[in-house]
């Protein structure tokens, strides 16, 4: 009776998130509704572009280049390096490149929130004040149009923003192939959210909130742990506010090369599911029950969902249809109809977030081995159970220049 009642409560879940995720692929296809037209007259928000940096003297240069050709005016963002617990050239190659730099030492804490909190209350203690506060990983590049789209986006009234994040280097590595296909599957979620006109996800980079917000929260206070993006983003949720998804402001964010790396990432984002469940899915449950709120209560769903990665899904749905074929699990087990459609439809997803982003050709070949990804997330989840969660500075050595971006496009 125990073993009936378990694998019911596991293959309930795995096609009640399975039927979540088809249903976020089809709200991608959905047509948006027409955008408002735009007054010709429009305000140039101050912006602070905010770059944590943590040993990045090889690609912050880049990054700082990409933010000298904004087509926006010069005199309406100041952009700020928080070189944190840097023991190389990371400070020096960004004041060479014309950035505002703070840097800052610590040996308890080491994660980006609280490198974020840390500018955030030295510039209130400075008086120094923004519209717009931009948040960006050193690794990136940004097109031209950046901040002008993210411009607009907060002239629409929206006051939490999520830029496109495009790749810098898929071709690099297999397990930058790996994870290029994870974040086609990613961004059609966004899509599909809009589409729904839910609340999209915050993703650690290219993300922008307006002071109003800010000052609502009290400043940035998701510091400890990992995951500050999806807590801070659970947070504006919490308070009412939705995560506007906006495709136009494009950056593209360098993707590690090694499986050691990604898997140790993975580790971390893994800790990060944890904590951000514990912090905030009873207090969205509870005040959607309240409220009568799906957005608050469809977040609390989509914290759930974390801890299922889309390769976990497939590798769960993928060893059911195989256990449904043996006798000795009739009772147990469901059809094997009902897997392989649940297996299929995580299929079609990922080659529709393919189509959408126009991926190349070879990346459906990818598609064949993209069941290693749930190699790489059980050994994060091993690495997470072992505690071993410690900081680990992931390595950001790509080539890739300002120029090489511009001229291969979006």
């Not at 801890?307 to 000795?328: E, Q």
Request: proline share 2%; with cysteine.
């Amino acid at each position: 009776m125990a073993l009936r009642a378990i694998a019911l409560m596991a293959q309930s879940a795995l096609i009640l998130y399975s039927a979540y995720i088809f249903a976020m692929a089809l709200g991608a296809l959905r047509r948006s509704k027409p955008r408002k037209e735009e007054s010709a007259h429009r305000t140039a928000r101050d912006f602070a572009v905010i770059i944590p940096a943590l040993d990045e003297e090889i690609v912050v240069g880049q990054l700082l280049k990409s933010f000298q050709i904004q087509d926006y005016p010069r005199d309406r963002f100041h952009i700020y390096v928080i070189a944190d617990n840097c023991t190389d050239r990371t400070a020096e190659v960004a004041r060479e490149h014309g950035a505002i730099v703070h840097e800052r030492f610590s040996d308890n804490e080491r994660t980006k929130g609280y490198a974020i909190r840390f500018l955030l209350q030295r510039l209130e203690a400075e008086g120094v004040s923004h519209d717009v506060y931009v948040i960006i990983d050193a690794d990136n590049i940004v097109l031209p149009s950046f901040l002008s789209e993210m411009n607009r986006a907060f002239e629409r009234g929206h006051h939490v923003v999520q830029g496109f994040r495009a790749t810098k280097n898929p071709l690099e590595s297999w397990t930058t192939r790996l994870d290029y296909i994870s974040e086609c599957a990613a961004e059609m979620e966004s899509r599909g959210r809009r589409g729904w006109g839910l609340s999209c996800g915050l993703r650690g980079t290219a993300m922008a909130f307006s002071s109003q917000l800010l000052d609502e929260l009290g400043g940035w206070q998701e510091c400890e742990g990992f995951h500050e993006d999806i807590k801070m983003q659970a947070n504006c949720v919490l308070h009412g506010y939705r995560v506007a998804w906006w495709p136009e402001a494009v950056a593209y964010d360098e993707k590690l090369t090694s499986m050691k790396d990604m898997s140790s990432q993975r580790s971390r984002w893994l800790a990060g599911d944890i904590q951000v469940f514990r912090k905030y899915f009873f207090r969205l449950l509870a005040r959607g029950i309240r409220r009568a709120d799906f957005h608050r209560l469809e977040q609390a769903l989509y914290l759930s969902r974390l801890m299922l990665p889309r390769s976990s899904l497939a590798a769960g749905a993928l060893l059911m249809l195989c256990l449904s074929l043996f006798p000795f699990t009739q009772g147990i087990v469901w059809r094997w109809e009902v897997w392989a459609a649940a297996l299929g439809g995580q299929f079609l997803c990922l080659v529709a977030g393919l189509l959408l982003a126009r991926a190349p050709r070879s990346m459906y070949l990818t598609l064949t081995i993209s069941p290693a990804f749930s190699l790489i997330w059980l050994r994060a989840l091993a690495g997470g159970a072992l505690g071993r969660r410690r900081y680990r500075k992931a390595s950001h050595a790509s080539t890739v220049t300002v120029d090489d971006i511009l001229n291969k496009g979006r």
